[in-house]
């Protein structure tokens, strides 16, 4: 089985740049309208809002921000690591990186779109 998640955002490459340069992942492919981020059996696809058509579903009333009520999750080999770039590269931190009581340490943070994104160890 495989998991497939779909973000439509507003721009393409804005959100491109907070995966790739601060998150520090890496898209498989890229086109105008999309990328593509695969994991295991997991993919991240981000598509450009331009692409749906006034009557789409979530062109219809008011979904802002878009991730409202939604919390992505990502687990990273190397969170410490991804952690001290998103405070270098200065992006804006939602909650700082601490140890749940789970056992893994995670950080959130805001994407461009407003997908609230919870940036997360594996479990030692």
């Known amino acids: 089985m495989e998991f497939r998640l779909e973000l439509f955002v507003e721009d393409l490459q804005k959100s491109i740049s907070l995966y790739e340069e601060i998150i520090g992942l890496t898209f498989h492919n890229k086109t105008e309208v999309s990328a593509i981020i695969k994991m295991k059996n997991f993919a991240l696809l981000l598509t450009s809002d331009n692409v749906l058509n006034e009557n789409h579903y979530f062109k219809k009333g008011d979904l802002r921000p878009k991730g409202k009520g939604v919390e992505?999750?990502?687990?990273?080999?190397?969170?410490?690591?991804?952690?001290?770039?998103?405070?270098?590269?200065?992006?804006?931190?939602?909650?700082?990186?601490?140890?749940?009581?789970?056992?893994?340490?995670?950080?959130r943070i805001i994407d461009p779109d407003g997908y609230y994104l919870r940036l997360t160890s594996y479990k030692d």
């Not at 990502?74 to 001290?84: G, K, M, P, V, W």
């Not at 939602?94 to 893994?104: A, P, R």
Request: net charge negative; no cysteine.
């Open 72 to 107: 992505v999750v990502i687990l990273l080999d190397n969170i410490e690591q991804t952690y001290q770039r998103v405070l270098d590269k200065h992006y804006p931190v939602e909650s700082s990186l601490v140890l749940q009581s789970w056992g893994m340490k995670d950080f």
